[in-house]
């Protein structure tokens, strides 16, 4: 009986979440490219869901290798019309025969909107944007099993910067109630992924993981608001690789 009662608690305060809460930031998961050479483009596209809400996405990366060790990159998801994100970095890579180590530096910004209105006809409005200074560092192997493999981890960190609009309009009083946050938020963010195919077109499953810890110790992430976070995400797509110069011999 315990256990039950504790499942429907569980699945009563999830349902509450839904009903009560915006989903403000979730793992913003780009592929990872794992760039061999000069010249070698990768164009990804994913469909993800975020947990434990179910926030799903539409997503696409493009990486370029740039230079003899210089990549580029351009990732961009949207939620309909809950919001969208995007982000830009620029990175060094190494690769020693199939494993790649890379580094990049970027920016992101993106933005959530969430509206509902009760059977009493008040209306709660909450409207988030961040901004997003990060560095990651992915670590793989590609073109394992003959080139039908890839496989890796990165670690993206970084300081979200949020400004989250929470606004309550009460009918019947015609009252309106107001809350924001503009308070830096710290990010650790995981990444595992796994493609699998032809040498240029393979499916992948990318897996993301959020931390978030508010910068002031007495705070709780979003404090004061209705906007909460997501700490999983999981996408599937296609990627192609288009190896554009691709070397002799390989």
């Given amino acids: 009986m315990k256990s039950v009662n504790l499942t429907?608690?569980?699945?009563?305060?999830i349902v509450t979440m839904m009903i009560c809460s915006c989903v403000a930031y979730r793992p913003q998961v780009a592929q990872i490219p794992l760039i061999h050479e000069k010249g070698e483009l990768q164009v990804n596209g994913s469909i993800g869901l975020s947990a434990p809400?179910?926030?799903g996405y539409l997503g696409a990366t493009a990486t370029y290798g740039a230079t003899d060790w210089l990549a580029v990159q351009a990732h961009v998801n949207w939620?309909?019309?809950?919001?969208?994100?995007?982000?830009?970095?620029?990175?060094a890579y190494k690769a020693w025969e199939k494993a790649v180590l890379e580094g990049y530096v970027g920016y992101g910004f993106g933005g959530n909107r969430w509206e509902s209105n009760s059977s009493d006809e008040n209306t709660h409005i909450v409207t988030s944007r961040f901004?997003?200074?990060f560095g990651q560092l992915n670590f793989g192997w590609a073109g394992l099993a003959k080139g039908h493999i890839d496989i890796g981890v990165g670690l993206k960190g970084g300081c979200i910067f949020p400004d989250i609009y929470d606004e309550k309009i009460y009918a019947?009083?015609?009252?309106?109630?107001i809350r924001t946050n503009k308070d830096p938020i710290g990010l650790l963010e995981?990444?595992?992924?796994f493609r699998a195919g032809g040498k240029h077109l393979k499916w992948t499953l990318d897996i993301g993981y959020s931390q978030l810890w508010s910068t002031s110790a007495?705070?709780?992430?979003?404090?004061?608001t209705s906007a909460v976070y997501m700490p999983f995400t999981i996408t599937t797509g296609l990627t192609y690789d288009f190896n554009v110069f691709e070397k002799k011999g390989k």
């Fill in 172 to 177: 019947n009083s015609g009252q309106t109630q």
């Fill in 218 to 224: 007495d705070k709780a992430v979003f404090s004061g």
């Fill in 53 to 55: 809400l179910g926030d």
């Fill in 190 to 193: 995981p990444q595992f992924f």
């Fill in 79 to 91: 939620t309909g019309d809950k919001g969208a994100f995007g982000q830009a970095s620029v990175g």
């Fill in 8 to 13: 429907f608690l569980t699945i009563a305060s």
């Fill in 131 to 133: 901004h997003l200074p």
